[in-house]
């Protein structure tokens, strides 16, 4: 049979085939590979013919009275490793004991604010759970959700992706904040979208808030300057280049310190809830279950 084509048995490469080629490099023999994995001679024979037939070429130099790889392999041998490797990996992982991995996508104001303590009493509940976080704004939490590139989100406001289940945790006010000189200002809708705006980048929770807000009152948002950097739009601020709407939480030090001064503004509610969002056709595995319950709503997600 033309070793290229192969036949059944070189279509049907398993783990195991795996498993005896790799043994057979270290131990230089079928022998010596036969006494190490306790099976019979022939069946590592075959192991390795297998293979050899699966792949075309020849795997083996006789050099010696040794079994040495050849080019195909060494290259055959280097994949074979990487695959028992993560397999052991998996296993290990599905093991009873086993760390779990739950990846988490944040925004930065629910990253700054929340998540921390969430992770906190996680940790305390859960001390098997390792949590991977990922903060970015808030459209995007939402696309690596929808994705399956994060299990769970903390996100603000609105929920834009039509596969995603929403719950909040939380309330969250945001204020109007302009440099020290303007404290107690009084400001209308019209006078706020006329001023110089600070803002957080298109995407953000906040950005989208306001513009949503203005909107329904036939105005427009339009920023002078825009970052992704809440401190950034602070320093900004507090040198007198504008005025910003940010989360009360994130500005509270600097108003009591004098540095920001909030600007009152007639007729414009800025609040919002604070949600995590999952997809709705994946099942919560445990440790989205802690997570969950850490976050304060176990029992409705």
Do not use: N
């Not at 069946?43 to 079994?67: I, N, P």
């Amino acid at each position: 049979m033309d070793c290229r084509t192969g036949g059944a048995m070189a279509e049907r490469m398993t783990i195991r085939h795996l498993e005896i080629f790799a043994a057979v490099c270290d131990a230089g023999g079928v022998s010596a590979a036969a006494r190490e994995l306790r099976v019979s001679q022939p069946s590592v024979s075959q192991a390795v013919r297998d293979l050899e037939e699966r792949f075309g070429v020849r795997l083996f130099d006789r050099l010696a009275r040794r079994m040495v790889p050849t080019e195909a392999g060494r290259r055959l041998l280097a994949h074979a490793r990487g695959v028992l490797a993560d397999l052991g990996e998996l296993e290990r992982s599905m093991g009873e004991g086993a760390v779990a991995t739950l990846r988490l996508a944040s925004s930065i104001t629910c990253g700054t604010c929340h998540l921390p303590g969430m992770l906190a009493r996680l940790a305390e509940a859960a001390p098997d759970v390792r949590a991977l976080v990922r903060v970015e704004d808030s459209r995007a939490v939402e696309r690596d959700v929808a994705s399956g590139e994060a299990d769970l989100g903390l996100i603000e406001g609105l929920v834009h992706e039509p596969e995603l289940d929403a719950v909040p945790f939380a309330r969250d006010e945001l204020v109007v904040v302009g440099p020290p000189g303007r404290r107690g200002e009084r400001l209308s809708a019209a006078g706020l979208a006329a001023e110089r705006l600070v803002l957080r980048e298109r995407g953000s929770g906040v950005r989208e808030l306001l513009e949503a807000a203005l909107t329904e009152r036939g105005l427009a948002a339009r920023a002078e300057w825009e970052s992704v950097s809440t401190e950034a739009i602070k320093a900004a601020v507090s040198s007198g280049l504008g005025v910003s709407v940010l989360p009360a939480a994130l500005v509270e030090r600097e108003v009591a310190e004098g540095r920001l001064a909030p600007l009152a503004v007639e007729g414009l509610e800025l609040g919002r809830e604070l949600l995590v969002v999952r997809h709705r056709r994946r099942s919560v595995s445990p440790a989205m279950a802690a997570f969950l319950g850490a976050a304060g709503v176990g029992g409705r997600a």
